[in-house]
C-alpha cells in the first residue's frame, strides 16, 4: 500500500524557520521525482519545490528561492522541506508528492500557520 506520511508543521511567528518530512513507502522511492506543494485557504494548489530521482537536481517556485530548501534521503525513504524566513503567506497546508510517469501518489498534508 502506497503512503505519503507528511509531519513537522506547526505554528511559526514570521521570520521563523520549520522543517517538513514526508516519509514514503509501498513504492520505490528512489525512482520518483518529489515534490512539495502548498494549498492556502481560498487559493489553487502550487508547486513549491521540486527534486529528481536521480542526481537530486532541485527547483523551486520563485517566491520560495532562498528561503526553502528540498532534499531528500533515498535510504530513509524521505522528502524534507527546509522552509526559513517563513511569512505569513506561506500559511497553507503542505502536501508531498511523488510522481514518475502515470504514477501519482500525495500525502494527506501538513498544516503551516504563520502568525505573531
Known amino acids: 500500500q502506497v503512503q505519503l506520511v507528511e509531519s513537522g508543521g506547526g505554528l511559526v511567528q514570521p521570520g521563523g524557520s520549520l522543517s517538513l518530512s514526508c516519509v514514503a513507502s509501498?513504492?520505490?522511492?528512489?525512482?520518483?521525482?518529489m515534490r512539495w506543494y502548498r494549498q492556502a485557504p481560498g487559493k489553487e494548489r502550487e508547486m513549491v519545490a521540486v527534486?529528481?530521482?536521480?542526481?537530486?537536481?532541485?527547483n523551486y517556485a520563485d517566491s520560495m528561492k532562498g528561503r526553502f530548501t528540498i532534499s531528500r534521503d533515498d535510504v530513509k525513504n524521505t522528502v524534507y522541506l527546509q522552509m526559513n524566513s517563513l511569512k505569513p503567506e506561506d500559511t497553507a497546508v503542505y502536501y508531498c508528492?511523488?510522481?514518475?510517469?502515470?504514477?501519482?501518489?500525495w500525502g494527506q498534508g501538513t498544516q503551516v500557520t504563520v502568525s505573531s
Open positions: 508528492n511523488a510522481a514518475r510517469g502515470a504514477y501519482d501518489y
Open positions: 509501498g513504492f520505490t522511492f528512489s525512482n520518483y521525482r
Open positions: 527534486i529528481s530521482s536521480v542526481g537530486g537536481r532541485t
